[in-house]
């Protein structure tokens, strides 16, 4: 019979108003308990500045802070790219969050049967009402994944932070609804302009990124081409239909250079200025980076 390792206890904290009431749920629930927070090197000053906060008052200086052993954050880790990732390649997660914490867990496994904690509310998106309270991941980290505010509302959040007398990101005062990234790779128009008004230093940061890669932050579709003001000659695959005078008419694929526009932060921060009636439009839940993990907020 395969011998019962003893369980070690891991809460995901990462700064934003639901990990923070995951831990205080930790403090009134569990004995024993380790709280790790992955560092991009791409939060706000804000954030930073939090997290040290937390860790004072509830970790009593014992928070475990992860880095890349590979790259130097967001920044160094889109240089070495000569790109930003995107929604379609979201390496910054992989990169900068999961594979640290995986290599994290894997020190443990051998001794321990690794419990991981993560502050995923069901009422945040439709894929997060599908998942369970508990549930063991085989995809990733290979480890228990218990999700103890599931069926917990954001006034819940608040409430518990409240009964402890700890103050939640004061990003959230100031107009944020997410406290990730700064921006986060997956931020709508209407994160873009709160920042935009209330952070510029950030914008200047997108620039001068920008500036170092040679490429936009942006997707090449984040605002409309009239907008845009870099484009790139690319050859991309279209089909086409042919009369062909033995099979007849048929689809074939063909190779065609089109002109695909690029915008740059300054050209999105005047879009999202100019055009109040279409961020307006967009849903306030902000995408997430790897909502199954709760490893962005």
């Known amino acids: ?22 831990l205080l749920w930790a403090k009134e629930n569990l004995d024993d308990y380790d709280v790790v927070w992955m560092d991009t ?97 085989l995809d990733y980290f290979g480890v228990w994944v218990h999700r103890p505010l599931i069926k917990w509302t954001a006034e819940m959040v608040f409430d518990i932070m409240k009964k402890h007398n700890i103050e939640p990101n004061p990003l959230y005062r100031m107009g944020m609804k997410r406290v990730g990234c700064m921006p986060c790779i997956m931020s709508n128009h209407r994160d873009i302009r709160e920042i935009s008004k209330r952070f510029p230093d950030v914008i200047d940061r997108i620039r001068n990124l920008e500036d170092k890669i040679g490429r936009s932050f942006f997707s090449a579709d984040y605002i409309p081409d009239k907008y845009c003001s870099k484009y790139a000659i690319v050859e991309k695959e279209i089909k086409q239909k042919i009369d062909d005078p033995i ?51």
Request: hydrophobic share 30%; with cysteine; charged share 35%.
């Open 41 to 137: 090197g791409w939060e706000h000053d804000i954030t930073y500045a939090y997290v040290d906060y937390i860790d004072k008052e509830l970790i009593d200086g014992k928070l475990i802070r992860l880095k890349s052993d590979k790259y130097d954050g967001f920044e160094d880790l889109s240089i070495k790219k000569k790109r930003v990732a995107s929604t379609r390649a979201r390496f910054c997660t992989q990169e900068l969050k999961i594979f640290p914490v995986k290599k994290f867990y894997d020190q443990f496994r051998d001794e321990y049967e690794i419990h991981s904690y993560v502050g995923i509310r069901a009422d945040e998106s439709y894929s997060r009402s599908k998942m369970k309270e508990v549930s063991f991941d």
């Open 1 to 22: 019979m395969a011998k019962q390792l003893p369980i070690k206890n891991i809460i995901s904290f990462s700064g934003g108003k639901d990990s923070t009431a995951l």
């Open 247 to 297: 099979f007849g008419e048929r689809e074939v694929i063909v190779k065609k250079e089109v002109t695909r526009w690029y915008p740059t932060v300054d050209d999105v921060v005047r879009y999202v200025s100019e055009n109040p009636e279409q961020v307006s439009m967009i849903e306030d839940e902000p995408q997430s980076c790897m909502s199954h993990y709760s490893i962005c907020e």
